[in-house]
């Protein structure tokens, strides 16, 4: 059984910085890429990043030079790093594969960017 189990969520001011953990078992991890995606109050969940198995990665335009992906095969675990944060980055986060499997969202873990 799959499981994404997000954390490091939290409520930041602008400019801050997070860095969320993506925990994943039940997949072969190292072969998959893997994405970071979010959903605001009433808007459809979007892509933030993506990381291949050999490392490579991209970004949406809005976090780009802000947000850093990045992966540990070894303990199975895909980070987003978040810098610089703004008002329009409050949303709930999830990880899951890319492209993602629909049965295999996790809870999620809420990123709040407010003064």
């Known amino acids: 059984q799959v499981q994404l189990v997000e954390s490091g969520g939290g409520l930041v001011q602008p400019g801050g910085s997070l860095r969320l953990s993506c925990a994943a078992s039940?997949?072969?991890?190292?072969?998959?890429?893997m994405g970071w995606y979010r959903q605001a109050p009433g808007k459809q969940r979007e892509l933030v990043a993506t990381?291949?198995?050999?490392?490579?990665?991209n970004y949406a335009d809005s976090v780009k030079g802000r947000f850093t992906i990045s992966r540990d095969n070894a303990k199975n675990t895909v980070y987003l790093q978040m810098n610089g944060l703004k008002l329009e980055d409050t949303a709930v986060y999830y990880c899951?594969?890319?492209?993602?499997?629909?049965?295999?969202w996790g809870r999620g873990t809420q990123v709040t960017v407010s003064s």
């Open positions: 899951n594969r890319f492209p993602p499997i629909s049965g295999d």
């Open positions: 990381i291949t198995s050999g490392g490579k990665t």
């Open positions: 039940g997949i072969s991890f190292a072969i998959n890429a």
